[in-house]
């Protein structure tokens, strides 16, 4: 007889909102507080949000004028990214007292495969415990953390007790616990994705499951097969550890199509932010960068064009950007996506570092 496959153990750790609580655990005076790092200005925007600004509806990606209307008391601190990638580092160590199979998602979040341990744990809610202890030990913040049998239901289940607590999914309650979820909270499914899924009358993991794999491959393209899977708790993606990166990017699905030129180029200026903040955070440049836009019809067309040296700054990605897209308007067809990435990249971790897939 063949053996039998081990369920899989995969914990998805997720820091409290990292980049804040890293503010209010060096600043005293800011505890307690509504704090967004970032920046105020007008084209600002906010790089995370502490719990008590998100009461206020305050959350990362939003412009940090609508932040500032939402939560008038919002206190703005700048980002310290040296600061939250020496942290970050603080933390993966801990992981790796554990396995060496962790697949960073970005300074904050990590899924680990503890399927066959380090220390010979048996049960993954036990590791999560001890490991979101010793965060809290070594670091003084908050983390939660996930446990299933893959990584879509350990990512869904660190949410289900944030902060500073844990979720467990188990093979028994996981295809129950997909079928009443609401598609819009799906890992992988963005607001523009909802929509045309509620388009098609699907709301719920129960209404996903009920579609063939043919409709999803049809409305869905490549994404097709994984919504097929996990509308049933099935997700066979592994835990890959020092995946080499190619690149940096950052892409947004519109809720409404955008015909003309200008709103499209203040599209760009957000997934610049991000792609430029991942940068600074993890000591990256690049040499390329490349906008890629897909229409109303779902063809795409991708426009690059490389620097000599690097990209220096922020603004030099959205004037290179600005300037690739206005060199297919008029558009043949409105748009409904737009990225950015940046490749070429010179830097002393892109021999180790995670690949990046950015949603807004």
Not at 131 to 156: D, P
Request: proline content about 6%; hydrophobic content about 40%; overall charge neutral.
């Amino acid at each position: 007889m063949g053996s039998v496959q081990p369920v899989r153990k995969i914990i998805h750790v997720d820091m409290d909102a990292f980049y804040a609580s890293v503010e209010q655990r060096d600043n005293p005076e800011l505890r307690g507080k509504p704090l967004a790092v970032g920046g105020s200005a007008a084209r600002g925007v906010v790089a995370a949000a502490s719990y008590e600004a998100r009461r206020f509806g305050v959350h990362s990606a939003m412009p940090s004028v609508t932040a500032k209307r939402k939560c008038p008391e919002l206190i703005f601190v700048p980002p310290r990214f040296d600061v939250y990638k020496a942290v970050s580092q603080q933390i993966r160590e801990i992981f790796a007292e554990y396995t060496p199979l962790i697949e960073p998602l970005s300074l904050d979040e990590a899924y680990l495969d503890v399927t066959e341990n380090l220390k010979g744990m048996e049960i993954a809610t036990e590791i999560a415990l001890e490991i979101r202890a010793k965060i809290k030990e070594v670091t003084g913040l908050n983390a939660s953390a996930g446990i299933s049998y893959n990584k879509f239901l350990a990512k869904m289940a660190s949410d289900l007790n944030k902060p500073n607590g844990q979720a467990v999914i188990t093979p028994k309650n996981g295809p129950g616990f997909v079928e009443a979820l609401p598609v819009k909270k799906f890992h992988g499914v963005g607001p523009a994705t909802a929509e045309r899924m509620k388009r098609h009358g699907i709301e719920t993991g129960l209404d996903l499951k009920s579609k063939s794999l043919a409709f999803l491959q049809q409305h869905f393209g490549k994404s097709g097969p994984y919504f097929y899977g996990i509308a049933r708790g099935i997700d066979e993606r592994q835990v890959r550890p020092d995946r080499i990166r190619k690149s940096v990017g950052a892409e947004d699905t519109f809720v409404e199509d955008i015909d003309d030129l200008d709103p499209a180029k203040a599209e760009l200026r957000p997934l610049a932010e991000k792609v430029w903040r991942y940068c600074e955070a993890h000591s990256i440049t690049g040499k390329t960068i490349t906008v890629k836009i897909k229409y109303s019809d779902f063809s795409q067309a991708t426009r690059s064009r490389t620097v000599s040296g690097s990209v220096s700054d922020i603004d030099m990605i959205l004037e290179i950007a600005e300037t690739l897209l206005a060199t297919v308007f008029p558009f043949k067809h409105p748009v409904r996506l737009l990225g950015i990435t940046l490749s070429s990249l010179n830097t002393e971790e892109s021999e180790q570092a995670p690949q990046l897939a950015l949603e807004l």
